[in-house]
């Protein structure tokens, strides 16, 4: 059974830095693709970055590039999104969600590709 567990969330300022964590169970991320998304208050969700899982190629929303940053750690079947110079439109409730990946080299950003998601972890950006 495919899982999912998002950490790391919380309330930080503006310019400030957090890293949020994607912990997997019951699948190898060398056949799951990651995406990280989120959705602000009276939002709807929107895609923030993706890793393959194949190539490890990686993709970013073009308000996100430059200040976010995906990683995984196959051993430890977790992916992090480090996020940087936050602003506080970046608050928002952050997903992970993954799909299963077996020929793609690239992610994709559509979310009605990934089939499992996590309960989501809250950022807030306030000062």
């Known amino acids: 059974q495919v899982q999912l567990v998002e950490s790391g969330g919380g309330l930080v300022q503006p310019g400030g830095s957090l890293r949020l964590s994607c912990k997997g169970s019951?699948?190898?991320?060398?056949?799951?693709?990651i995406g990280w998304f989120r959705q602000g208050p009276d939002k709807e969700r929107e895609v923030v970055s993706c890793i393959s899982s194949r190539t490890g190629n990686t993709y970013y929303a073009d308000s996100m590039e430059g200040r976010f940053s995906i990683s995984r750690d196959k051993a430890k079947k977790t992916v992090y999104l480090q996020m940087n110079s936050l602003k506080p439109e970046d608050t928002a409730v952050y997903y992970c969600?993954?799909?299963?990946?077996?020929?793609?080299?690239?992610?994709?950003?559509?979310?009605?590709?990934?089939?499992?998601w996590g309960q989501g972890t809250q950022v807030t950006v306030s000062s």
């Open positions: 969600a993954a799909y299963r990946n077996f020929l793609e080299s690239t992610c994709t950003s559509a979310e009605t590709h990934y089939d499992h």
């Open positions: 019951g699948f190898s991320l060398d056949h799951y693709t």
